[in-house]
């Protein structure tokens, strides 16, 4: 709209109260004034030039006679900061807002006229291309999106209007620590793609500035990373990826942890947005301003949190081989300029992330599946992803050559759930003939399913009380199930689809109808007053239409027919289990939407119990609500009593909620990623990886394995007792299926690794493993159990050894720890230790709710460790006692306990780690359970290896495990090696329970956890075999730089040599060792380091 429209219709009130003489007067001044307009129009550039500033005092004027509302566009609105800045300045009064967003249709910028562009006194740009991924694969759709799309919205825009435009802190770069201002020039070299088409969008604006009167005044604002909550929630940045890292798995992975990052928290940049709206007029053409609350280091930002919630903290090895600095901005240029004031900071922040977990961590990740087909059971088309597996072949697509097994098909694969009646399916449906016309799966070909069939026909007949029944069996497979009803007098009917399986249960004498259930029509079925019931054992999830297959057990049904429906894996979101997902399960039912598809279907559910069978299964009983003639049996307004128990259950575990299923896939994804990184390791070590059960949940496992980025072993085949699989080929691979004998070819002297995919026959299996392990003589077997929980198990002939377990836990919210419990205070001293302080920090900050670091005349170099990695409940403190002596340090200890008289200490050194997964936890249970008042942790000393060097990033822990294992010599007086380290909660005692009277009865061992001293720099020479005793090559004085403790004292370490060289030295890394407490130390080391 040309400017000179805008000035006669912002006069429309005042013409309208005009008398009507008036107005012809005014309207023949307007006409001749709008043709003076347009004829300027087609005056040289030069004249409208000089006219521009006149245009833009009159349209000021006229703004603030014709409206007082101040008109805003949002570009971007749908976005993680666009949604936030919408609803907030939507509640600001005097303001109109409009929000546009390319994800709707013709919201996108360049698809915004230029006339409705120029309503908007301000546009607020948020637009652009934001994923640094995607950014990096296509550059050119990085300088479309983030260059291109703003220039081509500020050209159409007016001289009058502003436009408020998003940079990045990033291009801050190389800075570290140090806040670059807005003039200071960038080291451009160090960005990646994203950070440079922001450097670009700022260059080119600023040009267009300069270079075009007719430009509009622009505003860029380099933001710090914004954190905090929207609408669209990210999780992928800072301090909320950190936090969902947290509560979703218990660590925290960092790269570059010296780098600095600025953060500019949300509510921040809100309130920095709207004060520039207020003072709008002092815009200058062309401004660039900083916004940040605060700057920290990667680490301290991650030991925060980690002190907060107990999450370890892990640095990636990417951290070793590249080096960033990082960056911080200058704020002052716009807190002077508008004098503003930035109240963020970081554990303000963190608490209210805390708050807001679940809304925080669900994020984008709850949004519809658009691609999925509708509910299966009450028909809603909203469904939300859950897990996505990706594409897979049919999971019992079995061929007999490698290369047919490679070519098989693939579909996709991917787990939705319904918020409706929270049901949850498949999202893609494979056709049900090409599935099951000719099915492999044998049900009679396990002892544990035998059993299990033989239990069942026995309740069905008790509760049926008929001696000599009829039962109809839906999916009779080979008629094994059959075989236990015509055992007990029972008449037996199947139905089955696939035709090879109906000639098996034939053969057993059992009368089976081929064909699919509630698709097709069978005749020849019992009355419904002679059959007493319809056992139907993992089928109803196989069918696409789950009600209409119910309908069609009414329509058989009589008036005492009970109806049992079994379906396996019932509480497989608890332990994170998906092996079940796969192309021949469509459904996933709850105790919900079990409830609804049986009111859908006019049957009342009678009964609802978990069976241990399939890893826990639910079988759910049955009734018709009405008879033929309408007669009511049963009443739907009472539910069974287990049916409550179960759908209560399902709440209490927040089944019904988005963040249940967030965490649901965090297991998943941990659970595969932990026996991906076991088995690098042991295949490294030369080991044979097979798996036991070519199962159709053990294709679904085997290829989420396979699929795993950095894969570095391979199956070599997979054992699987039923006849009809055997010497064929896992679907999708070149991985032949063998039976158990095959174990007796393996080589005895190479180690094994079996993954057991059939997990839930593990009992049934292992005993199989074991008789051929003795049967062949193999001695270095080992087996991986993937569920309920992950765990490496070294197997013998008679015994079983569990050598790690997945260290993976979901922190319960809001509150990881209890709620009622003393504080956990670290006490230590600092005496220019640099080598081992970092990593000590991260080691202990998800252990301590506190710490003392007293200082004794420590180098800058320390005390900017501390400050660039330790919480900020972590206090540096100089020593009031002035002495560095034993004394000195003792009595300055004993000052600061008595400060925290309440609270559980300990003091460590910088050279000692405390090893455990969660002391607060453990002391909050102790506390509650007990009176005791100290813990002690064996103390285990540790030998240094001069072949390892120390680096920055990786604790001393994970690389340095040899420790001296004769802990028998130690007594009082003996200064090499002390046997324990004690925590406790005496208002007055120091860092050993002898120097200060506790009791005998005040303490015990703790539980779990012991401390590893790195106190003596010590190398040697070992032998191959482990148990002999070692000689060492002790330095005739250690490194400076690696000395660990500053009152070592080398008269002392000199004497002990002759001692040093009797001792026996163990490895933490070893399955085997001495005793059980040693035992319990290696096993929670290797949780600890993932090994």
């Not at 509150?815 to 080691?843: C, G, K, M």
């Not at 925290?900 to 090893?915: F, G």
Request: hydrophobic share 40%.
């Amino acid at each position: 709209m040309n400017p000179y429209h805008l000035f006669i219709l912002g006069k429309e009130k005042q013409f309208n109260r005009m008398t009507k003489h008036s107005r012809i007067i005014l309207a023949v001044i307007v006409s001749i004034f709008i043709g003076i307009a347009y004829h300027i129009n087609a005056f040289p550039t030069i004249i409208r030039k000089s006219h521009s500033s006149l245009v833009e005092r009159n349209l000021l004027s006229d703004f603030k006679q014709s409206s007082s509302l101040l008109k805003i566009a949002i570009i971007g609105s749908s976005g993680y900061i666009g949604s936030r800045l919408l609803h907030y300045l939507q509640e600001r009064e005097n303001l109109k807002v409009v929000g546009y967003d390319r994800i709707y249709a013709e919201q996108a910028s360049h698809e915004i006229s230029a006339k409705d562009l120029q309503k908007f006194q301000v546009v607020i740009y948020l637009g652009g291309l934001t994923d640094r991924i995607l950014c990096r694969d296509h550059p050119k759709d990085a300088e479309k999106e983030n260059v291109k799309d703003i220039y081509d919205l500020a050209i159409r825009m007016l001289p009058s209007q502003i436009l408020i435009f998003a940079s990045t802190s990033e291009v801050a770069e190389g800075f570290g620590s140090i806040p670059l201002n807005e003039t200071t020039p960038v080291q451009s070299h160090l960005f990646d793609t994203y950070v440079n088409s922001m450097m670009r969008r700022e260059d080119t604006l600023q040009k267009l500035s300069l270079e075009s009167d007719f430009a509009p005044r622009m505003i860029g604002l380099r933001l710090g990373i914004v954190i905090g909550l929207s609408s669209s929630q990210r999780v992928d940045l800072g301090h909320i990826f950190h936090v969902c890292q947290a509560f979703l798995g218990g660590k925290l992975y960092i790269d570059y942890p010296e780098a600095y990052q600025s953060f500019l928290t949300m509510e921040d940049l809100l309130r920095a947005i709207n004060i520039m709206l207020k003072r709008k007029k002092t815009a200058k053409r062309f401004d660039l301003f900083h916004l940040e609350s605060f700057s920290v280091s990667i680490s301290k930002m991650a030991n925060a949190i980690a002190s907060r919630l107990g999450a370890r903290v892990i640095i990636s090895n990417y951290s070793m081989n590249k080096f960033s600095r990082g960056f911080s901005l200058n704020t002052t240029k716009f807190r002077s300029t508008y004098r503003f004031v930035f109240n963020g900071n970081q554990n303000q922040l963190i608490s209210m992330l805390i708050e807001n977990v679940p809304r925080l961590c669900v994020g984008r990740q709850s949004r519809v599946d658009n691609d999925s087909v509708p509910c299966v059971v009450c028909g809603s088309r909203e469904m939300h992803t859950v897990l996505d597996l990706f594409s897979q072949p049919l999971a019992n697509d079995f061929r007999k050559q490698s290369d047919d097994a490679l070519k098989c098909e693939r579909f996709p694969l991917r787990l939705v759930r319904c918020p409706k009646c929270y049901h949850t399916q498949l999202s893609y449906i494979v056709d049900r003939a090409y599935l099951f016309s000719h099915y492999l799966y044998q049900s009679g070909t396990s002892k544990s399913i035998q059993i299990y069939f033989a239990w069942l026909a026995e309740k069905i007949i008790t509760e049926s009380s008929k001696a000599n029944g009829t039962i109809l069996e839906i999916a009779s497979n080979d008629g094994t199930q059959l075989t236990e009803f015509a055992k007990r007098g029972w008449k037996t009917v199947g139905v089955d689809p696939a035709k090879n399986l109906a000639d098996l249960a034939r053969a057993k004498g059992h009368t089976v109808h081929v064909g699919f259930w509630g698709a097709d029509k069978f005749p020849h079925l019992p009355s419904p007053e002679t059959l007493d019931a319809i056992v139907a054992q993992n089928v109803a999830a196989h069918v696409g239409n789950p009600v209409e297959f119910m309908r069609a057990c009414v329509a058989v049904m009589g008036t005492r027919t009970k109806l049992y429906i079994q379906t396996s894996q019932c509480e497989m979101y608890e332990t994170g289990q998906f092996d079940t997902v796969y192309h021949e399960h469509i459904s996933f039912f709850t105790a919900h939407s079990f409830k609804k598809m049986a009111s859908l279907a006019g049957l009342q559910i009678v009964n609802f119990e978990i069976t241990p069978i399939h890893g826990r299964s639910c079988l759910v009983t049955f009734q018709r609500i009405k008879l033929l003639n309408n007669t009511l049996t049963l009443s739907n307004s009472d539910l069974a009593p287990s049916l409550m128990v179960a759908i209560q259950k399902e709440r209490n575990l927040g089944l019904t909620d988005a963040w249940f299923y967030v965490k649901y896939q965090a297991q998943a994804h941990f659970m595969r990623q932990w026996i991906v990184h076991q088995l690098t390791n042991l295949y490294a070590q030369g080991h044979v990886v097979i798996g036991y059960g070519a199962a159709a949940k053990g294709m679904v496992l085997l290829h989420s394995l396979l699929e795993m980025k950095s894969k570095t072993w391979l199956f070599s085949y997979i054992i699987d007792d039923a006849p009809l699989k055997q010497n064929t080929y896992c679907p999708g691979t070149s991985i032949p299926v063998r039976p158990t004998t095959e174990l007796s070819k393996h080589n005895v002297t190479q180690p094994l690794t079996i993954v057991i995919l059939a997990w839930n026959f593990w009992e049934e299996i292992v005993s199989r493993i074991q008789i051929e392990i003795l049967k062949k003589g193999i001695k270095n077997v080992f087996v991986m159990l993937p569920f309920p929980e992950q765990q490496l198990i070294q197997i013998n002939s008679n015994s079983n050894t569990i050598v790690t377990k997945n260290a993976f836990k979901l922190l319960s919210w809001p509150l990881p720890f209890p709620s009622v419990r003393r504080p956990v205070l670290l006490i230590s001293h600092l005496y220019n230790e640099t080598t081992l302080l970092p990593s000590w920090i991260r080691h202990h900050a998800p252990m301590f709710d506190r710490a003392i670091l007293i200082n004794y005349d420590t180098t800058n170099r320390s005390l900017k460790i501390v400050q660039n990695e330790a919480p900020n409940t972590w206090k540096v403190i100089s020593s009031q006692h002035g002495n560095s002596d034993s004394q000195g340090i003792s009595e300055a200890i004993r000052s600061y306990g008595k400060i925290y008289a309440k609270a559980w200490k300990i003091v460590l050194t910088i050279d000692e780690l405390l090893v455990h997964t969660n002391p607060r936890e453990m002391l909050a249970e102790t506390e509650r359970t007990s009176d005791v008042m100290a813990l002690r942790f064996p103390l285990l000393t540790m030998i240094r290896s001069s072949s390892i060097p120390f680096d920055d990033f990786t604790s001393i822990l994970n690389h340095h495990t040899l420790y001296i294992a004769n802990l028998s010599i130690v007594d009082k007086h003996d200064s090499l090696i002390e046997a324990y380290r004690c925590i406790h909660r005496h208002p007055d005692a120091g860092c050993t329970d002898d120097q200060h009277n506790i009791k005998k009865n005040d303490w015990q061992w703790a539980p779990l956890g012991f401390i590893a001293n790195y106190r003596y720099t010590i190398s040697f020479r070992h032998t191959k075999d482990q148990s002999q005793t070692f000689p060492y090559e002790i330095a005739d004085s250690p490194n400076t730089q690696e000395r660990l403790q500053h009152n070592f004292d080398l008269a002392q370490f000199t004497q002990n040599k002759k001692k040093i060289r009797s001792l026996r030295v163990d490895d933490l890394q070893n399955v085997e060792t001495t005793n059980d407490a040693l035992r319990r130390a290696h096993r929670l080391w290797r949780e600890m380091t993932n090994h």
